[in-house]
């Protein structure tokens, strides 16, 4: 069965520190996605990144970065020089192809909350 | 920038009545979702829908739930006899063919009195 663990309930940080959310997986598959999005306190869920399980590349993407890591099942996010405008609920979820719907499950989120 | 659309903000509505929540889906997608969240709890799956049939239900998507696509742009999420546990928020999601992110529509929020 697919799970997904973010040990991590909530993460205070002061601006301009850097932070990562982890993110530990489980799924008997051996394709499947990973996924972040992010919940601010307007409550939408915003996309932000998607890996393949077959591409272990880490992605930056201006202040962002993932690390993902099959050997230990997780998909780390880091925030660079953190800033107010971060502060949110981080979500990570997986997603198997097998069963069709391609359906995401959640972890539970991490809420970042970062000071000025 | 397409986005996907969900009306109304807010819902509320006593136990026992029947509400239907509205999503219009990104025009060119072809899977649909709905999704709930309990406040401050994580997001959970309810359906899928694709080729205009249900291609995943969850336990909680129990025969008080139904979806529907009427027409070739709403989609919408039927709950015929509202209990008090379902008041959360209702995120409806959609995704292209072969590819794999979900866009989430902004969610309506159910209040059951």
């Known amino acids: 069965a697919q799970k997904v663990t973010q040990a991590q309930t909530e993460i205070s940080v002061v601006e301009k520190e850097d932070v990562t959310l982890d993110c530990v997986y489980e799924?008997?598959?051996?394709?499947?996605?990973l996924f972040w999005y992010k919940q601010p306190p307007s409550g939408e869920l915003v996309f932000l990144i998607r890996?393949?399980?077959?591409?272990?590349q880490n992605e930056i993407s201006g202040r962002y970065s993932w690390n993902f890591q099959k050997s230990t099942s997780s998909f780390n996010f880091t925030i660079t020089a953190s800033q107010v405008v971060d502060s949110a609920v981080y979500f990570c979820a997986l997603s198997e192809t097998q069963g069709g719907s391609e359906k995401l499950v959640f972890g539970k989120g991490t809420k970042l909350t970062v000071n000025p | 920038e397409p986005e996907v659309t969900q009306t109304p903000s807010h819902q509320v509505t006593q136990m026992g009545q029947e509400v239907i929540l509205r999503c219009v889906p990104i025009s060119n997608h072809l899977y649909f979702y709905w999704y709930r969240q309990i406040l401050g709890q994580k997001v959970e799956f309810l359906v899928s829908f694709y080729n205009n049939e249900i291609s995943e239900k969850s336990e909680i998507f129990d025969d008080q739930f139904s979806v529907e696509r009427p027409d070739g742009s709403n989609f919408t999420l039927k709950i015929r006899s509202t209990k008090l546990e379902d008041s959360a928020m209702y995120f409806c999601?959609?995704?292209?063919?072969?590819?794999?992110?979900?866009?989430f529509g902004p969610g309506t929020r159910l209040t059951v009195t």
């Open positions: 999601a959609s995704r292209m063919d072969r590819v794999y992110e979900q866009y």
């Open positions: 799924t008997r598959d051996t394709t499947y996605y």
């Open positions: 890996r393949n399980s077959f591409d272990e």
